[in-house]
């Protein structure tokens, strides 16, 4: 399986500075390997309330999940990536997961893909969901494990990366630990790109796949 294309040589960098300057570089992985992308969409398509009509992306960069998934609106850091998310009708506003803008009780669901490596504090980023969220709502975060394949290949190369230098990783149990100190419960687990599968099935929990989601639920008051 071929990575992604942001593990290669570059110069060290703000967070949001690499996105801008090569934000077209860091699509062309999922153009060239659609079968790998395309899982990981089902895999998050999965774990997606039935009803999705007032849904948010935390990180969502060019639109490449929250778009294919109809996810309405989107809070990015980066102008240039925004731009792209907001020509395919992406509602972006500029923002972190540590201070996102929007009162209490917001959305019913909330979508982090690909987003939590880059976050400065993940505690105050998962406080965050859950304050936005409405009760009952959920959070679905989809991310490298750093225990897997991929994931120990990213962390041997992080330092040669334009826009993982600066990125931390985290393994399924980590996260999910994190989510249950925000207050999240019933945890739902998926994961896709398997050592060796070319056709990228998604199977139910966590441990062998590259690629996880997870899903947890605001308790209703």
Not at 88 to 103: M, N, Q, S, T, Y
Not at 111 to 122: A, E, H, Q
């Amino acid at each position: 399986m071929e990575l992604r294309p942001e593990v290669e040589a570059g110069k060290s960098m703000a967070k949001t500075q690499a996105f801008d300057l090569y934000s077209n570089q860091y699509d062309h992985w999922f153009d060239k390997n659609p079968q790998f992308y395309e899982a990981e969409l089902e895999a998050v398509r999965q774990l997606m309330p039935h009803s999705s009509s007032n849904g948010l992306e935390v990180g969502v960069g060019s639109g490449k999940f929250a778009g294919p998934l109809g996810v309405g609106t989107g809070v990015e850091p980066s102008p240039q990536m925004a731009e792209q998310a907001i020509r395919l009708g992406i509602d972006v506003r500029k923002g972190v997961a540590e201070a996102l803008p929007f009162p209490d009780n917001s959305f019913s669901y909330i979508l982090m893909v690909t987003t939590i490596c880059f976050v400065d504090d993940i505690e105050q980023s998962f406080l965050e969901a859950y304050r936005v969220l409405q009760s009952g709502g959920c959070i679905i975060v989809g991310f490298v494990d750093k225990e897997s394949v991929i994931g120990k290949n990213y962390l041997e190369r992080k330092n040669e990366s334009r826009f993982y230098q600066d990125a931390t990783f985290y393994s399924a149990e980590e996260i999910l630990r994190y989510l249950q100190v925000a207050g999240f419960s019933q945890i739902i687990t998926k994961q896709t790109l398997f050592p060796g599968d070319l056709m990228a099935a998604v199977q139910d929990g966590h441990g062998a796949g590259s690629f996880v989601v997870i899903k947890a639920t605001k308790p209703e008051l």
